[in-house]
Structures are given as C-alpha cells and as structure tokens.
C-alpha cells in the first residue's frame, strides 16, 4: 500500500476572518443582514462561541447542515490549501494552514511555487 501525496491546491484569500467548505452547487449570492440572509446565518456560527461547524442556507431552502464554516483563527490573509492524494489519483484530505506549516507541507509548497517559476 502506497503513501498518499501531498500536493499544494492553492491559496485560499480571506476577508471576513472566516473560511467555509461547501458543495459549489449550493453557493449564495446575498447580503449580512438582519433579516436572516445566508450570509448572516454563516457569520453566525464562525463568530460564535466554538469559531465553527456546519451550517445551513435557510434561504436557499437548505435546513440541514450542507458545509462547514470555521473562523481563520488569524483573520484575513491568503493561506496555503494542501490536498493528499492517493494512489487513484483522487483527493481523500483537504487541509488550510491557518497558523504555519507543517514540515512536509512546506516543502510541497516551496517545489510547487518552484516548478511554476514564482521563486
């Protein structure tokens, strides 16, 4: 039995010093506001006492949890996204370093930013 592979996916920009993982089929365009929009219901769970968890999108017609939502822990910034791949070739963990990079991480991140020329 083979190893998984690390790779980097990319980077993930945060702005609101939050970050959610969600199915792209059920994306929302709407406002924080006070009437309950999606935007809102997200904000609420991130900023909440645990920073994260699943959530809804109510106004999308979603009552159960479709994603999940955690506060960045460091606010905004663009953070690094690793994928472990197995021997399929299909990704099986998705990790974001909020706060450093674990070792081999790093090194996935330096040859991969090597091989695409930006260092």
Known sequence: MSKNKTKLAGYCGVDSGQIMVIDPCYAFMDEFDDMGGN???VCNISLGDDGYGEFPLPKNGYTQGIGVVTSSGYGDGNYPVFVDVND?????????????IKHDDYKVMMNHEEEEGLI
């Open 39 to 41: 935007y809102r219901n």
């Open 88 to 100: 399929d070739g299909r990704v099986v963990e998705l990790r974001i370093a909020f706060d450093g």
